[in-house]
C-alpha cells in the first residue's frame, strides 16, 4: 500500500462497462511522512474519499479484492481514508543482533 | 517473505470492510543484520502479530491477501512472523 493525497476526479463517459458507477480520483503519491512525491496515480474509490483526503492506495492485482472492484480492470483503488500516521522515531534500535 | 521493523503505526477510520479490525503499520525493510535498506512501506496486520518496534516478517504482491482468513483483502503486503532472533 502507498499513501497518496487526492488531488481531482477523472470524469469518463465512453468506458469499459465494468468500470460504470466506479468513481476515479486522480491523487499524488507522497512519503510516510507527508512529503509529496513525483507519482500520480488514478485510482477506483472504494471509500468515498473527496478532494484533499490523505488516503492508502492498494495497487496492482490486489486491487481487485474489494467487492466494489471484483472483476474490474482496475490496478488501483482507495482503500482506506487515513486519520494519522505516527512515526516511532527511528530511535528504536531494539538492540538488533548484529551477526 | 521479507524482514522489516515496524516504525510507525497507521491510523484509519474510514476503510474497505474486509481490512476491518486489522492494524496497519509503516515498517522499513531491513537487512540480516538490522540495518535499514530500501523505503518504508504500509504493511498489515491481520493476525494482530506485532507491535511498533518489533522485527517482523512480512509477504508482499497477491500472497498479501493469504494472510487472511478469507484470502481476500485489497493489501499489497502482510505481517506474517514476528521475528525471536536471527542466528
Given at each position: 500500500m502507498?499513501f497518496?493525497?487526492?488531488?481531482g ?15 476515479l480520483?486522480?491523487?499524488k503519491?507522497?512519503?510516510h511522512?507527508?512529503?509529496?512525491l513525483?507519482t ?7 471509500v468515498?474519499a473527496?478532494?484533499g ?5 492498494s ?5 481487485r479484492?474489494?467487492e ?7 490496478d ?17 534500535e531494539?538492540g538488533?543482533?548484529?551477526? | 517473505m ?11 477510520t474510514k ?9 496497519l503499520?509503516?515498517?522499513q ?6 540495518q535499514?535498506?530500501g ?8 493476525k494482530n502479530?506485532?507491535?511498533p518496534?518489533d ?23 502482510s505481517v506474517v512472523e514476528?521475528?525471536d532472533?536471527?542466528a
Amino acid at each position: 500500500m502507498i499513501f497518496a493525497k487526492v488531488i481531482g476526479t477523472v470524469v469518463s463517459t465512453s468506458k469499459d462497462p465494468n468500470l460504470e458507477g466506479k468513481k476515479l480520483l486522480l491523487c499524488k503519491e507522497v512519503d510516510h511522512s507527508g512529503k509529496p512525491l513525483n507519482t500520480y496515480h488514478v485510482a477506483v474509490d472504494a471509500v468515498q474519499a473527496g478532494e484533499g483526503s490523505f488516503v492508502l492506495i492498494s495497487y496492482g492485482s490486489s486491487a481487485r479484492m474489494t467487492e466494489l472492484t471484483k472483476n474490474a480492470p482496475i490496478d488501483a483503488v482507495i482503500m482506506a481514508i487515513i486519520d494519522e500516521v505516527q512515526i516511532t522515531g527511528q530511535t528504536t534500535e531494539t538492540g538488533d543482533s548484529s551477526s | 517473505m521479507k524482514l522489516g521493523r515496524v516504525i510507525g503505526v497507521v491510523w484509519a477510520t474510514k476503510k474497505v470492510p474486509q481490512i476491518h479490525g486489522c492494524r496497519l503499520y509503516v515498517v522499513q525493510p531491513i537487512r540480516q543484520n538490522g540495518q535499514d535498506t530500501g523505503h518504508p512501506l504500509v504493511v498489515a496486520d491481520p493476525k494482530n502479530i506485532a507491535a511498533p518496534g518489533d522485527r517482523i516478517v512480512f509477504v508482499t504482491n497477491t500472497d498479501a491477501a493469504q494472510a487472511f482468513d478469507s484470502g481476500f483483502a485489497p493489501v499489497n503486503a502482510s505481517v506474517v512472523e514476528l521475528v525471536d532472533d536471527i542466528a
